[in-house]
């Protein structure tokens, strides 16, 4: 489990095919020596697992699942990352709870500067803009935020400055892709009601998912 609050900022050193996974190096001299083999890291929303350490960097190895649903199968050499061990239970819970297994990818369509703020706006699948609601909490390539505005067709954000400053959202562009995990309990919810009010196919799977169109035929505004 995480919190969406962002410890520090890794680079890849070096990407390594290795069958049917891929091994990253990641540059993290910030927390690399205070890791153990078998913790957990969250790479830009992704969780991965620690299978090497040293006081520099460490290692991790991506699933085939991790490549295609996230960014992270996109990484590069110098690539950055934003970084994040796992929440301690002993500490306060700020930020939210994040899982660290990421829902889809959602791209930037534009970005408002103002003094020294930004609104981003992204665009996303129907089936991740479902999960987001206005005022509630989203996770963005790690980093957890409050969402301003949620539409039918597109999102948006507000990141402050020390956030900026901290994460890799301040290189974010018009067209890049990102990391989204959606909150985690409006994905219960929203599991129970489409057992409730789903239309399933022969196989028994969902053959009409919850839309925001099948909400408001049933009486949400």
């Known amino acids: 489990m995480f919190t969406g609050l962002i410890e520090t900022i890794g680079t890849v050193a070096a990407v390594m095919p290795?069958?049917?996974?891929?091994e990253l190096t990641i540059?993290?001299?910030?927390?690399?020596?205070?890791?153990?083999?078998?913790d957990?890291?969250?790479l830009s929303g992704a969780c991965n697992t620690v299978?090497?350490?040293?006081?520099?960097?460490?290692?991790?190895?991506?699933?085939?699942?991790?490549?295609?649903?996230t960014k992270l199968g996109g990484l590069k050499v110098g690539s950055p990352v934003n970084l994040?061990?796992?929440?301690?239970?002993?500490?306060?819970?700020?930020?939210?709870?994040?899982?660290?297994?990421?829902?889809?990818?959602a791209n930037v369509s534009r970005i408002e500067s103002l003094d020294k703020t930004e609104k981003i706006y992204f665009t996303a699948p129907e089936e991740l803009l479902a999960g987001i609601v206005e005022k509630?909490?989203?996770?963005?390539?790690?980093?957890?935020?409050?969402?301003?505005?949620?539409?039918?067709?597109?999102?948006?954000?507000?990141?402050?400055?020390?956030?900026?400053?901290?994460?890799?959202?301040?290189?974010?562009?018009?067209?890049?892709?990102?990391n989204i995990e959606t909150d985690m309990i409006g994905k219960y919810i929203k599991k129970f009601m489409e057992a409730a009010f789903g239309e399933k196919n022969g196989s028994?799977?969902?053959k009409n998912p919850l839309t925001w169109d099948k909400l408001t035929e049933y009486g949400w505004n």
């Open 18 to 22: 290795a069958g049917d996974v891929v």
């Open 27 to 38: 540059q993290a001299p910030a927390i690399a020596s205070e890791l153990r083999l078998g």
């Open 40 to 42: 957990s890291v969250a």
């Open 51 to 69: 299978t090497f350490f040293d006081a520099n960097s460490f290692k991790v190895q991506m699933m085939p699942e991790t490549q295609a649903r």
């Open 84 to 105: 994040e061990r796992a929440m301690r239970l002993d500490s306060r819970l700020d930020g939210h709870l994040v899982a660290g297994h990421v829902d889809g990818m």
């Open 136 to 178: 509630g909490s989203v996770t963005i390539d790690g980093v957890s935020l409050t969402v301003i505005d949620a539409e039918r067709d597109f999102f948006s954000v507000g990141v402050i400055p020390t956030t900026l400053a901290e994460t890799t959202l301040r290189e974010l562009k018009a067209g890049d892709a990102v």
């Open 204 to 206: 028994g799977k969902m």
